[in-house]
């Protein structure tokens, strides 16, 4: 679309549906001269720009989880004596390289979305959902929230609590989303999450209502406040062309 036109609603196509955010007001994208960070913030600048970057956390990973597979809700939680558990960089450092020597281990590369936690302790422990993973599980008599607990055999550097997801994507999302709070600690490059690179992501459309011939119903909505309403509107299945 023209950079100039106005945007009435932005549509994500999801494999099963379609979310439509529609705006109170149009808005239109900004000159990259007009939209860089402005200086002298106050601090109610700054809390704004907190909650906005929490809110586009959540919105991303809310995307992926809808857009991708994931089998495993996994914590990882860092031995003392085998690493620094209170220096995020280490921790991040070692998960890394963690999760490096398992991608190369197998065949098909997995897919992963990390979060980072700090307890009242100040220790670091990592929350991840993990989908096509092929390394090893090992199974406990653990049984937590009705679900079995399995341990990964491959991650020396501490101790792993992981758990099979049921098939609702959407308190998957919860359950790594009440990680990401204001409060968090960030990793590398200042982010509230990492993930694998091969993750797909959906399709997005300005006014793409009218092109995709969207049909609202408040039947869809499924929030709205002053500033937008947000529809979940299902694809309709065609059983003839």
Same mark, same amino acid.
């Not at 439509?20 to 990259?32: A, G, H, N, T």
């Not at 960030?186 to 995709?212: A, D, F, I, T």
């Given at each position: 679309?023209?950079?100039? #036109?106005?945007?009435?609603?932005?549509? &994500?196509?999801?494999?099963?549906?379609?979310? %439509?955010?529609?705006?109170?007001?149009? !808005?239109?994208?900004?000159?990259?001269?007009? =939209?860089?960070?402005?200086?002298?913030?106050? %601090?109610?600048?700054? /809390?704004?720009?907190?909650?906005? =970057?929490?809110?586009?956390?959540?919105?991303?990973?809310?995307?992926?989880?809808?857009?991708?597979?994931?089998?495993?809700?996994?914590?990882?939680?860092?031995?003392?004596? &085998?690493?620094?558990?209170?220096?995020?960089?280490?921790?991040?450092?070692?998960? #890394?390289?963690?999760?490096?020597?398992? +991608?190369?281990?197998?065949?098909?590369?997995?897919?992963?979305?990390?979060?980072? /936690?700090?307890?009242?302790?100040?220790?670091?422990?990592?929350?991840?959902?993990? $989908? $096509?993973?092929?390394?090893?599980?090992?199974?406990? &008599?653990?049984?937590?929230?009705?679900?079995?607990?399995?341990?990964?055999? =491959?991650?020396?550097?501490?101790?792993?609590?992981? +758990?099979?997801?049921?098939?609702?994507?959407?308190?998957?999302?919860?359950?790594?989303?009440?990680?990401?709070?204001?409060?968090?600690?960030? %990793? =590398?490059?200042?982010?509230?999450?990492?993930?694998?690179?091969? @993750?797909?992501?959906?399709?997005?459309?300005?006014? $793409?209502? /009218? /092109?995709?011939?969207?049909?609202?119903?408040?039947?869809?909505?499924?929030?709205?406040? &002053?500033?937008?309403? @947000?529809?979940?509107?299902?694809?309709?299945? !065609? @059983?003839?062309?």
């Amino acid at each position: 679309m023209n950079d100039n #036109q106005p945007i009435y609603n932005i549509v &994500k196509e999801f494999p099963d549906m379609y979310i %439509v955010q529609v705006l109170s007001k149009p !808005k239109f994208r900004l000159p990259p001269a007009l =939209s860089g960070r402005r200086k002298n913030k106050t %601090v109610d600048d700054i /809390e704004q720009d907190i909650a906005r =970057s929490v809110r586009r956390s959540r919105r991303v990973i809310n995307d992926y989880v809808l857009m991708n597979d994931f089998d495993l809700f996994i914590t990882f939680t860092f031995n003392p004596k &085998k690493v620094n558990r209170y220096d995020l960089d280490l921790c991040f450092l070692r998960m #890394q390289s963690w999760l490096w020597r398992q +991608q190369r281990a197998y065949s098909e590369p997995f897919r992963y979305i990390i979060v980072p /936690e700090k307890h009242k302790d100040g220790a670091i422990h990592f929350h991840a959902l993990f $989908g $096509g993973y092929q390394g090893k599980l090992k199974k406990t &008599k653990v049984i937590q929230n009705n679900k079995r607990v399995y341990n990964l055999s =491959s991650f020396r550097y501490g101790f792993t609590n992981a +758990q099979y997801l049921d098939d609702d994507k959407l308190k998957t999302v919860a359950y790594l989303c009440k990680y990401i709070t204001k409060d968090m600690v960030l %990793v =590398s490059n200042r982010r509230r999450y990492w993930c694998s690179k091969n @993750l797909l992501k959906p399709e997005k459309y300005y006014n $793409g209502v /009218e /092109e995709l011939d969207i049909k609202l119903d408040v039947a869809n909505l499924e929030y709205q406040n &002053k500033y937008l309403a @947000l529809y979940q509107i299902p694809k309709v299945v !065609k @059983l003839f062309d």
